[in-house]
Structure formats: structure tokens, C-alpha cells
């Protein structure tokens, strides 16, 4: 077995990648990624054990979160970039461990390596399938996958100007307890749903950082035609990077469209002000392949999700920012202060010719908790008359499988009567569908990015304070979640801590679940897998 790694959805067999990622990712990549994050394991031991303020550690922080995201699924392809980390990361392991005195430490917190083979062959050691017990390994990884979600929302906060040291204390004390073999099971239980606890605490931190700085989303019209003008696609979910690529592009003549995750920023009131903010092209990461052709012009990676390229032509249009990396793709980097320097995209954007197009109309979005709330008496009354039946949370992510048609044909048949709730690219699936609206209300509300299923879940708890119910179970929303990556991972956790009972989870359930650990999911928090489109929509409506 070259690699292993079963932490997508997309797992090959429904078990595991062991040549190749479905993802596009080789064995190289695939072990870097591994002691990658065995060395942020190591980091966090000499933390803990050496019982250091984290306050003191300065950009270490921030370099730990941005390790964490680099290796989410479709984040990063490039091997050279993570190895520098690694090198970065042990540098830095190694610069904490002389300033205190603390023996037996981890073999994490002590290992060395100093060739790119010698690296390999260490990841070997080292990788998920070192941890022997199922059960064990299984609630070891859905912590870190877990933890990887939170770094990504966490380092989105932080570059806005947002932290919170309580989060970055807890993500050290997770990654330090996952190679603690004194851990019990049930204390791995424990950490797991603390993790959940801090999910929720990172999500509200993200949201209050985008909303300070962007003003709360509104109702909003998008575009997804196309103008006349050069242009340039920003993909991802870093607002910060799409905020310096507008204020670049001001009065040059060139476009900007938004790429699946980044169209919920058109519904933030302080990027109404662009003229050259023009509409969102194409649809959920997936389909970037075609989609990046017809485009023409420049794309500007600022997260995951990456597609690898087909042809040259159109890697030599993909720009890399952040914890994202592709082979023979240009990277951005920041300078001391944050900023970037987008000028080679917009001149390369000159001289490209404008988008081809490939749809018309517009999609509505805009219906984060601030905004619903805003409505929250027109709301109540539908619910009340009875002319809204029950809401259907279907956040989370799209991805490639022809088993996801499922949430088409899901959102197609469900009474007139009833709402979709939504957040995540999840929403590709049918947010361009003709759903009509109940009174005024449109069938689906787009919350926005992955993160935005913080609101979701406020509008749930506000609207059990609304009509005076003791458990959020007891509303008359049902949770029917896709999920693709680590992302969703931190959400589904944050729910749980939450007390959101019975949520159905699909296409199918993480490979990353022993049979034992699923068992426990069914039995203390009703977690399912999806069936057919009809017998699920009469289950939920029973």
C-alpha cells in the first residue's frame, strides 16, 4: 500500500485511497500531508506538556492553523510547498522545545528528517494506519478532520483581524491528545464532542468577523450571465482575498466573477460598491474543469477546492493564494502586513478574452440569521397557519458522484409546503431550480459559505425560543446533510454538541467510522444514511 488516506467522502471503494486520491492527489502529496501534521502532533505535545501559554508563541498560532488547512481535501497539490512547511514546522517544534525543560516527550516532538526520502519514509511510520485499534484510529481521525475544520474557519477569522486564544488553546489540547495512548475510549468520545463544542464557538467567531467587517448579508439578486469585459474568477472562501483583488481591479476594465463557495459574498452590503463585482460563473467545484475553459480568463485559487487542470493552457491561468498550492501554478504570497499583490492577474486578465457564457438569469441569496430574523414574524405566522409545514436543512457539500443527483430529486419533491435551508456548495444542487416561493418566502434560503451553517443553526435555536420549546428536536426542521470534506466534518460536530438529534447523512457515511463508533452515532444521536428520495421525504414528513 503506497498511501492511505479515507478522509472525503469520495474515498476510493467506500474504504480508502491507497494509489492515488480520488481527489487528484499522488502518494508524495499524500504522506507529506501525513507528517505534516504528525509534526503539528508533536508541536502540541511539547504545549501541553510543557503547559505554555500560547499567548507567548506569536505567529506559531497562525502557522499551525495554516499547516492544518494545507492539508484539507483539494486545498494542496504541491509537494515542494508542503515540504517547506514541514521544514518551517520542525524549526519551529524544535525553537519551543529549548525554551522549556520537559522529558519524555512524543516521538512527534522529537523525530528528525532530512532528505525529502527521508521524510517519505518517516510518513510511513507515521500515517493513519499506524494507530492499530479500528475504534481508536477512528476517533483519532474524526477529531483531526474535525480540528482540520476548524483551523480553516479559524485562519479566515484571523485574517480579518478576528481570534479567539481559547480555540487555538483547544486545537494544541486535540492534537496533543490524539497521540496520547493513555486515552480511553470513552475519553476520545469526549474529545470528540468538545471538539464540536469548539466547532460552534469557531463558527460564531468567523461569523462575527465577516458581519463586523462586511456588514450582515441581505436578500440579494446574482447575476450568472456575463458582460463584455475581461475577467477574473475567484474561487474559494477567503473574503479578505476577494476584498484586495476588487480594490486592485477597481477602474481597469476588468471583471470580477465569483466561483462557487465565494458567491455567498455578493450578499455582503460592503462589496455592493464594485461596479466591476459582476456575477457568479458556473457552479459548485466539481465542474471547474469544463467551467475554467469557457471561462478564458484568469482564476485565482484562494482555498480549496482545486480540480487538477486537464491542459496546460488553463494552468497557466490558475493563481494559487494561502494554503492552496498547485504544481506549475503561480502562488501569491503576502507580504508582512497581509497584503498581495494581484497585479500579474489583472494583466494577464487583459489580455484574455471576455467569458464565454454559459447560463442567464440570476439566483437569490442573502439569508443568513440576521436577515431571517428580519423576517422572523413573517415566518412564524407561515408555521403557525400551516402554511409552511417543516424546514429541511440540506447544508454541507456538492461533489462528483452520481449518487448526489439524490439531492436534486430530493429538493424537487418535497411539498410545496416546505423550505429548504441551506449553506455550502451543497446548494448547486438546486438553487437554480424553479421552487417558487410560500407567501412571499423563497423555498430556498441560501445562507451562505460551509460556515454559514452557523446560521442555520441560530435560526433553529431562536426559533425554539420563538415558540417556547424546551429541544431543538422538537421544531419542525429535519437535517438531510451532504457531505464531502473536513469542513462538513467540524459542522456535523457542532450540531451534535448542539443536540440536533436524527440527521441524515449522505451520499454515503464516512469511511473514517468503525462499525463501533457508527454504532454509537445511531444509537446516542440518531445519525443516518440516506435511502430513496421517497421514503426519505415521507420519513421526514411522518
Known amino acids: 500500500m503506497s498511501m492511505f488516506c479515507y478522509q472525503c467522502q469520495e474515498a476510493a471503494g467506500g474504504k480508502g485511497c491507497t494509489v492515488r486520491g480520488v481527489c487528484g492527489k499522488n502518494e508524495e502529496v499524500a504522506k507529506l500531508q501525513d507528517l505534516l501534521i504528525y509534526t503539528l502532533k508533536g508541536i502540541s505535545n511539547i504545549v501541553a506538556k510543557g503547559k505554555i501559554d500560547i499567548e507567548n508563541l506569536g505567529d506559531t498560532n497562525y502557522e499551525v492553523l495554516s499547516s492544518l488547512f494545507m492539508t484539507i481535501t483539494n486545498a494542496n497539490f504541491d509537494a515542494d510547498s508542503i515540504e517547506k512547511q514541514i521544514r518551517k514546522m520542525l524549526?519551529?517544534?524544535?525553537?519551543?522545545?529549548?525554551?522549556?525543560?520537559?522529558?519524555?516527550?512524543?516521538?512527534?516532538?522529537?523525530?528528525?528528517?532530512?532528505?525529502?526520502?527521508?521524510?517519505?519514509?518517516?510518513?510511513?511510520?507515521?500515517?493513519?494506519?499506524?494507530?492499530?485499534?479500528?475504534?481508536?484510529?477512528?476517533?483519532?481521525?474524526?477529531?483531526?478532520?474535525?480540528?482540520?475544520?476548524?483551523?480553516?474557519?479559524?485562519?479566515?477569522?484571523?485574517?480579518?483581524?478576528?481570534?479567539?486564544?481559547?480555540?487555538?488553546?483547544?486545537?494544541?489540547?486535540?492534537?496533543?491528545?490524539?497521540?496520547?495512548?493513555?486515552?480511553?475510549?470513552?475519553?476520545?468520545?469526549?474529545?470528540?464532542?468538545?471538539?464540536?463544542?469548539?466547532?460552534?464557538?469557531?463558527?460564531?467567531?468567523?461569523?462575527?468577523?465577516?458581519?463586523?467587517?462586511?456588514?450582515?448579508?441581505?436578500?440579494?439578486?446574482?447575476?450568472?450571465?456575463?458582460?463584455?469585459?475581461?475577467?477574473?474568477?475567484?474561487?474559494?472562501?477567503?473574503?479578505?482575498?476577494?476584498?484586495?483583488?476588487?480594490?486592485?481591479?477597481?477602474?481597469?476594465?476588468?471583471?470580477?466573477?465569483?466561483?462557487?463557495?465565494?458567491?455567498?459574498?455578493?450578499?455582503?452590503?460592503a462589496f455592493k460598491k464594485y461596479d466591476n463585482f459582476v456575477g457568479n460563473y458556473g457552479n459548485a467545484w466539481w465542474k471547474q474543469v469544463g467551467e475554467f475553459e469557457s471561462f478564458r480568463g484568469p482564476i485565482l485559487f484562494t482555498t480549496n477546492?482545486?480540480?487538477?487542470?486537464?491542459?496546460?493552457?488553463?494552468?497557466?491561468?490558475?493563481?494559487?493564494?494561502?494554503?492552496?498550492?498547485?504544481?506549475?501554478?503561480?502562488?501569491?504570497?503576502?507580504?508582512?502586513?497581509?497584503k498581495k499583490d494581484f497585479s500579474e492577474i489583472i494583466e494577464l486578465a487583459k489580455t484574455l478574452p471576455a467569458p464565454e457564457e454559459i447560463e442567464t438569469g440570476s439566483i437569490v441569496g442573502g439569508f443568513a440569521h440576521n436577515q431571517v430574523m428580519a423576517l422572523a414574524d413573517k415566518v412564524v405566522e407561515a408555521v403557525k397557519s400551516g402554511a409552511i409545514k417543516k424546514f429541511f436543512v440540506m447544508a454541507g457539500c456538492d461533489g462528483r458522484m452520481k449518487s448526489r443527483d439524490y439531492y436534486t430529486e430530493f429538493a424537487k419533491k418535497l411539498p410545496e409546503d416546505t423550505v429548504i435551508l441551506t449553506a455550502g456548495c451543497a446548494k448547486y444542487r438546486y438553487n437554480k431550480l424553479n421552487l417558487g416561493d410560500i407567501g412571499g418566502i423563497p423555498r430556498v434560503l441560501d445562507a451562505g459559505q460551509c460556515n454559514d451553517s452557523y446560521s442555520l443553526a441560530v435560526i433553529a435555536l431562536k426559533l425554539k425560543e420563538v415558540f417556547g420549546l424546551d429541544d431543538i428536536n422538537k421544531l419542525p426542521i429535519a437535517f438531510n446533510i451532504a457531505w464531502y470534506e473536513q469542513k462538513a466534518v467540524i459542522v456535523l460536530l457542532a450540531l451534535l454538541y448542539l443536540g440536533v438529534k436524527n440527521i441524515h447523512l449522505g451520499p454515503t457515511l464516512p469511511s473514517f467510522l468503525s462499525a463501533n463508533v457508527a454504532k454509537v452515532l445511531v444509537e446516542k444521536f440518531g445519525i443516518a444514511g440516506i435511502g430513496t428520495v421517497e421514503d426519505d421525504i415521507k420519513l421526514f414528513m411522518n
Do not use: W
Not at 483547544?170 to 491528545?177: H, S
Not at 476520545?188 to 463544542?197: A, D, N, Q, S
Not at 496546460?312 to 501554478?329: D, Q
Open 91 to 269: 524549526a519551529i517544534r524544535d525553537n519551543i522545545k529549548k525554551s522549556i525543560a520537559v522529558g519524555d516527550l512524543h516521538d512527534a516532538a522529537t523525530f528528525t528528517v532530512d532528505s525529502r526520502e527521508s521524510m517519505l519514509e518517516k510518513a510511513d511510520s507515521v500515517g493513519i494506519l499506524s494507530t492499530k485499534d479500528e475504534d481508536v484510529r477512528s476517533l483519532r481521525e474524526m477529531i483531526t478532520y474535525g480540528i482540520k475544520g476548524m483551523a480553516a474557519y479559524a485562519e479566515h477569522a484571523k485574517n480579518i483581524g478576528k481570534e479567539n486564544m481559547e480555540i487555538c488553546t483547544f486545537i494544541y489540547e486535540a492534537l496533543a491528545g490524539i497521540i496520547d495512548d493513555t486515552l480511553s475510549v470513552d475519553e476520545l468520545v469526549g474529545l470528540t464532542l468538545k471538539t464540536g463544542e469548539y466547532g460552534v464557538k469557531v463558527m460564531a467567531l468567523l461569523d462575527e468577523a465577516n458581519t463586523s467587517r462586511f456588514g450582515n448579508p441581505e436578500i440579494t439578486e446574482v447575476n450568472i450571465g456575463v458582460g463584455k469585459n475581461p475577467a477574473i474568477l475567484i474561487s474559494g472562501h477567503d473574503l479578505t482575498d476577494l476584498e484586495q483583488l476588487l480594490e486592485q481591479t477597481k477602474g481597469t476594465g476588468v471583471d470580477v466573477y465569483t466561483h462557487s463557495e465565494m458567491l455567498p459574498a455578493h450578499y455582503y452590503p
Open 305 to 338: 477546492c482545486i480540480v487538477p487542470p486537464r491542459s496546460e493552457e488553463v494552468r497557466k491561468r490558475i493563481f494559487t493564494t494561502g494554503s492552496t498550492g498547485f504544481p506549475g501554478c503561480k502562488h501569491i504570497e503576502a507580504d508582512e502586513n497581509g
